[in-house]
């Protein structure tokens, strides 16, 4: 039996695997949190902040500073509130600090 190999988009692939559909949507998720939350976050740390994973009621923020893990913790209630606004079942923000080294090693 020979099997022909061919490129198919995520798309596709997270319809034929519920798991992968899952992180897929998830991360869909979080994206669309964090940018519902850009107008409470100060513009100047826009770009030092990504979406990291949803676990339950907790969420993750990946940071690439002190300052700017500092600043989102600060926030953190608000940013909580706000989300639990718009129908996000979040209690809890976690930040996480991703040195140069990960950062790097996440994108390959």
């Known amino acids: 039996?020979?099997?022909?190999?061919?490129?198919?988009?995520?798309?596709?692939?997270?319809?034929?695997?519920?798991?992968?559909a899952r992180l897929a949507s998830l991360a869909r998720e979080s994206g669309a949190r964090l940018q519902s939350l850009k107008t409470l976050i100060p513009a100047a740390l826009h770009s030092q902040i990504a979406p990291g994973p949803?676990?339950?009621?907790?969420w993750c923020l990946l940071v690439n500073s002190n300052a700017a893990a500092?600043?989102?913790?600060?926030?953190?209630?608000?940013?909580?509130?706000?989300?639990?606004?718009?129908?996000?079942?979040?209690?809890?923000?976690?930040?996480?600090i991703q040195s140069a080294h990960s950062a790097t090693r996440s994108r390959l």
């Open 70 to 96: 500092t600043k989102i913790r600060q926030l953190a209630p608000a940013l909580i509130t706000h989300l639990q606004g718009q129908g996000c079942e979040v209690n809890v923000i976690r930040v996480k």
């Open 54 to 58: 949803i676990e339950g009621d907790a």
């Open 1 to 20: 039996m020979q099997r022909r190999h061919h490129a198919i988009t995520l798309e596709q692939a997270s319809e034929e695997a519920p798991v992968l």
